[in-house]
């Protein structure tokens, strides 16, 4: 079933030290996302470790949190039919090495840490995802300019 659904996505240091987020944000509107939200900021340590929360556990936790704090980072929201699913189709795999030919990761990623973007893993993270970076006035609620839009 297709239905209009919002994720959140993110550029990540690495992409943006660089110089790919021209190319990215191409990709993204290419594959006809429509990008209703966007911003850039610094991530301080204990945003970072907010919004991984839930890989506190795991042994990579820390060198996350100090690579997703190393730079700017853009982030932004998507709408689309299957926005969540259908844009972690266009990041590729976490690992750039397993990452489908032509996907940003496999375009743009350095490794699994380094992997230039993130996408939400289901509408339960993006609300929660979208509601971190943006609160709700500041979505476009009216119809993109066509000349945004390719
Ligand atoms: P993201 O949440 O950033 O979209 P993902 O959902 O594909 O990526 P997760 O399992 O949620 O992958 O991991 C979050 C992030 O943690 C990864 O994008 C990557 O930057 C880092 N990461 C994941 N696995 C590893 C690992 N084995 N070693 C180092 N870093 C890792
Ligand atoms: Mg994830």
Request: glycine share 0%; aromatic share 0%.
């Given at each position: 079933m297709n239905r209009l659904e919002r994720t959140l996505g993110l550029i990540k240091p690495d992409a943006i030290e660089a110089g790919h987020i021209g190319k990215i944000l191409d990709q993204i509107i290419q594959a006809g996302f429509r990008i209703i939200g966007l911003r850039m900021l610094h991530l301080t340590p204990a945003q970072a470790e907010a919004f991984y929360h839930m890989h506190r556990?795991?042994?990579f936790f820390h060198s996350l949190v100090s690579f997703m704090t190393s730079g700017p980072i853009i982030a932004f929201v998507l709408e689309k039919e299957n926005a969540v699913s259908a844009y972690r189709e266009l990041m590729g795999a976490t690992d750039p090495a397993k990452a489908e030919p032509g996907t940003l990761r496999a375009l743009f990623a350095q490794n699994i840490e380094k992997n230039a973007v993130h996408g939400s893993d289901s509408p339960e993270s993006a609300r929660r995802e979208i509601a971190f970076f943006f609160p709700?006035?500041?979505?476009?609620?009216v119809k993109t300019p066509s000349s945004l839009l390719v």
């Open positions: 556990e795991r042994p709700e006035m500041e979505l476009l609620s």
